[in-house]
């Protein structure tokens, strides 16, 4: 008995839905999303002002937080472990 031919138009279908859910997915996840400046736009007036009037103090606490986590991490051991002990050692400083 020969074998049985290869099934083209399947292998096809399979190819082309395959293609268009791995592409067009983010695809159209992308073309949905609004960008920061579009959703800044959609608060009112009160939350645009409050949200500007915050933007430097907000910027400043994440460099803080970043330069911390590169502290941290100069350390052999984890991340956490340093962090934890870096807060016992600020309070024990306060108190």
Known sequence: MPPKPINWRMYSKMAVAGLTCCVGGPALIY??????????????????????????????????FVA????????DRPIWVE????????SQWQD
Do not use: C, H, I
């Open 83 to 90: 962090a934890e002990e870096a807060a016992r050692k600020k």
């Open 31 to 64: 073309y949905v999303s609004p960008t920061e400046e579009e959703l800044f736009l959609r608060y009112n007036p009160e939350l645009q002002k409050r949200s500007l009037e915050n933007r430097v103090g907000k910027q400043e606490d994440f460099d803080n």
């Open 68 to 75: 911390r986590l590169k502290e941290y991490s100069k350390s």
